[in-house]
């Protein structure tokens, strides 16, 4: 079964940071107790560099088995590895913002690292909460809007590798439909606090006798 703590993590962030790599995504088959790589992407683009050390490290990462309908032990899925949050997750996970811009990719057109930075902001309160409370902070209308501000020109818009201009709005719509299912508002996060006594325990102002 997968286990990412069975990870080599610190040869695993040494080598990625050798070779500037910030997303790594390991596709994988096999049977019983053998598995192989078929395919190993770096930052969107496929890896054929098959003796260097980072290549080595992900092609041994550990598959999870399944039975098929067949009943055979068999073995296939990816698994991704996110050197800005540290994380070595399978793909049945939640996902990353590297998926998230593949997504835009093929909605959009242009290549990952036109959206990534995008999809990092958006996810960017993990840092904060691992599980999917994050999404509180980003995931809604209002994120949506702060998101266009901060990565749009005039229009709203950005230019990917292809010279079409996609505006970010679409593109933050796109990442929290799929990770929510729709697009939440603030009031949907909100309605769902449940209160507390410090939340509304007012004290003398400093600056009060």
Same mark, same amino acid.
């Given at each position: 079964?997968f =286990?990412?703590?069975?990870?080599d993590?610190?040869?695993?962030? !040494? ?12 596709? %994988?088959?096999?049977?019983? =107790? ?14 054929? =560099?098959?003796?260097? !050390?980072?290549? /080595? ?29 540290m ?33 990092e ?10 599980d999917? $409370?994050?999404?509180?902070l $980003? ?5 949506? %809007? ?19 201009k ?6 933050? /719509?796109?990442?929290?439909?799929? =990770? ?27 600056? /009060?006798?």
């Amino acid at each position: 079964m997968f =286990d990412a703590y069975k990870v080599d993590r610190a040869a695993l962030w !040494a080598a990625m940071d050798a070779a500037g790599v910030r997303y790594a995504l390991v596709e %994988f088959s096999g049977g019983n =107790d053998e598995g192989w790589a078929d395919r190993i992407e770096l930052d969107g683009k496929e890896c054929t =560099d098959y003796e260097s !050390a980072l290549y /080595e490290l992900l092609a041994r990462l550990p598959h999870e088995r399944y039975y098929s309908f067949a009943g055979d032990f068999e073995v296939h899925g990816s698994v991704m590895v996110d050197r800005v949050a540290m994380t070595v997750r399978r793909s049945s996970d939640m996902a990353t913002p590297y998926h998230h811009a593949k997504s835009s990719v093929k909605k959009f057109g242009g290549y990952v690292g036109d959206y990534i930075a995008i999809h990092e902001w958006i996810d960017g309160s993990k840092a904060y909460m691992g599980d999917f $409370r994050h999404r509180a902070l $980003r995931h809604h209308a209002q994120g949506i %809007f702060e998101c266009a501000a901060r990565f749009g020109d005039a229009d709203g818009c950005i230019v990917n590798k292809n010279g079409t201009k996609v505006y970010v709005r679409l593109i933050a /719509e796109q990442h929290i439909i799929e =990770d929510c299912g729709y697009i939440p508002t603030l009031e949907d996060w909100f309605k769902h606090i449940q209160p507390q006594p410090w939340m509304n325990s007012p004290r003398k102002l400093s600056q /009060e006798d």
